[in-house]
């Protein structure tokens, strides 16, 4: 039986260590910094933890204070005796609190994509001519075919955020056929040793499905006949040229022959999330949708 001093001492304990967690995700609200970490349709949830969180905190405070000893009836599981295995259980939940607050909340780049590994491409027609352009091989890219319908339709495809990887899924699925196409692309700048220096960069994104700790890190081959020297590595831009394909490593990749590189700020959300509803984000997104393609 664990002595009343005891069991005090370790209510305490989590009260501050659910407090802390509290707090910290309050600051990353008010911040606007979750979308770092997390993505958007769970900010909210994560955002109204903190209530649950203080509560449980100030239950466990008022315990530890106030209760009498006979109140504390040490019904829980015995705790450890080990000082090692206290502190070793209560660092598990201290050490990602402590490196919250003391690292600098900041997106994913050049460092993280090379840990993971960059992945080259995606993680006015008839109906009946773009059906038969687009034909989805199996029944799980059906969706992808549809968005290849309409972004070929476009003058210029220009690869919008909210649809970013179902753009580029498309694209990749049907490369030979996107040949050509004039596209509009941003992301930043990763730099590969194995390309040819100052005429070659990888423009990549990074694909959040949950958390940052599922994010993918993928791109698009950017070639161009001018020194891209001036880039810097992980800055934003925003590129603009003809779409063709190439084969890198044996695998024939879908890549872009720069006409026009622009320097462009950090967006705000610099992450990009799958689209449950791909096709109504084209809609959403402003494309022009020709009714040749019902």
Known sequence: ???????????????????????YIGYLSRSDSLHYYIAPDMITWITYSTIPLTIMSLSLAYQALFHKEDKLCDCERPLSQSSFKNISMYGLFLFPLLLGILLPDQALGSMAAAKKGMTLGSPVLSSVQL??????????????????KIIYQQQVIEVNPEVY????????????????????????????????????????RFLV???????????????????????????????????RTEIRKGKEIIAISADQITQIPRPDTPYVYPNGDAIKGLYDAGYNIKSGTD
């Open 165 to 204: 990887s179902e753009i580029i899924g498309a694209i990749e699925l049907f490369k030979d056929q996107f040949v050509g196409k004039e596209i509009k692309i941003s992301g930043f700048v990763y730099e590969d040793h194995s390309l040819k220096q100052n005429h070659e960069f990888i423009l990549g």
């Open 131 to 148: 059906s038969s352009m687009f034909k989805a091989p199996d029944k799980y890219n059906t969706e992808f075919a549809e968005i290849a």
């Open 209 to 243: 499905q949950c958390c940052t700790a599922d994010a993918n890190p993928f791109g698009v081959l950017i070639t161009s006949n001018q020194s891209i020297a001036s880039l810097q590595k992980d800055s934003w831009i925003e590129v603009q040229g003809v779409l």
């Open 1 to 23: 039986m664990n002595r009343p001093h005891i069991i005090r001492r370790h209510y305490f304990t989590r009260s501050l260590i659910l407090l802390g967690f509290a707090l």
